[in-house]
């Protein structure tokens, strides 16, 4: 008989509490948003950006306001990481390398050759697996909402590379990823740690005289005037993770939230289809420059170059976790 009688009591507070939910949304005023990244307005990034804050504004009202703040106008994504973690930003959309002081997991995308093309990492991010690595920094106070786009990377320099062994000795500018390290050591060739605003003139001065880079990205830094050849590798992946801070994502009532997520998924698959497009019209516009020749490998060739970064897989596997790796390869 208890057991009959509290169950209305349950649900009352249950319906109470959702209807506080509510009065609190109303009365304190709309749900502040500050969305920072480093991107411009037209990057894929930069419109997905707008396009969240355009949808939210004509789906949620006054319930929930969006401001975007690109151009590294507020932070970088190093800084932005940690005043995310302060709530005094809510969202932000970095590389999926600069994850690597939270989450050990996430390094599986700087894996060299790890996925044959974009379709395989859109179809391990969409599995269980994938899902899970938004996850990965929730006790760290940031929680993943989507994957981004930007495209697979290729190999540029100031000479022809068709081998592994053409890449010995020179210098390339990378990301600050212990993985993205190992793999140029592993033709024995040297990376400096450099931010993206710095590349083209450490390209430019002979600081270094490679890169490795999505066409977007070369083709947006006009790579062309200092790298005269590239290389289609395709050899890895450059894409953001959507994130916000936990907490303040998780007091969101959840009928908003419901929402926002819905929007979010929208808006995940617009960015995806548009860096889709943008990543063949990048690819033409450095084609017909001609500043910089496009290098085309073989099998044989693509395949010389895996066997020679192949060793970076079990160098970090552990790190990684090998279950995790095995479920992006089946991916492909």
Request: proline share 4%; net charge negative.
């Amino acid at each position: 008989m208890k057991r009959v009688r509290s169950l209305p009591i349950i649900i009352l507070t249950i319906l109470s509490s959702l209807f506080s939910l509510a009065a609190y949304a109303d009365e304190s005023g709309p749900i502040v948003i500050r969305f920072s990244h480093v991107s411009n307005d037209g990057s894929p990034k930069g419109k997905g950006a707008l396009l969240l804050q355009k949808l939210v504004k004509e789906r949620l009202g006054d319930k929930v306001v969006i401001e975007v703040h690109g151009n590294s106008e507020l932070f970088n994504d190093t800084d932005g990481l940690e005043a995310l973690r302060r709530n005094e930003i809510q969202l932000m959309a970095p590389s999926l390398s600069k994850f690597r002081a939270y989450t050990d997991e996430l390094q599986i995308f700087d894996l060299p050759f790890l996925f044959d093309d974009l379709a395989a990492v859109d179809k391990f991010q969409s599995r269980p697996k994938g899902r899970q690595l938004l996850l990965s920094m929730v006790k760290q106070g940031i929680v993943g909402l989507a994957y981004w786009h930007n495209g697979m990377k290729q190999l540029s320099a100031n000479k022809p590379l068709t081998t592994p062994e053409e890449a010995a000795g020179l210098n390339f500018r990378i990301q600050n990823s212990d993985v993205l390290k190992a793999q140029f050591a592993a033709i024995k060739a040297n990376s400096v740690v450099l931010p993206y605003s710095a590349m083209s003139k450490a390209l430019a001065d002979g600081q270094v005289q490679g890169a490795e880079n999505p066409w977007a990205n070369f083709d947006e830094q006009n790579l062309q005037s200092v790298q005269p050849y590239l290389t289609e590798t395709n050899h890895g992946v450059l894409d953001y993770m959507l994130v916000t801070n936990s907490e303040f994502w998780y007091d969101i009532p959840f009928e908003i939230r419901s929402q926002l997520e819905g929007i979010i998924a929208e808006v995940t698959y617009q960015v995806n289809q548009t860096a889709a497009g943008e990543t063949l019209r990048h690819r033409e516009n450095i084609a017909n420059s001609g500043k910089t020749e496009i290098i085309s490998l073989s099998d044989e060739q693509r395949a010389a170059w895996r066997q020679s970064m192949q060793p970076v897989w079990q160098e970090f596997s552990d790190q990684i976790g090998k279950r995790l790796i095995r479920s992006a390869q089946a991916a492909n």
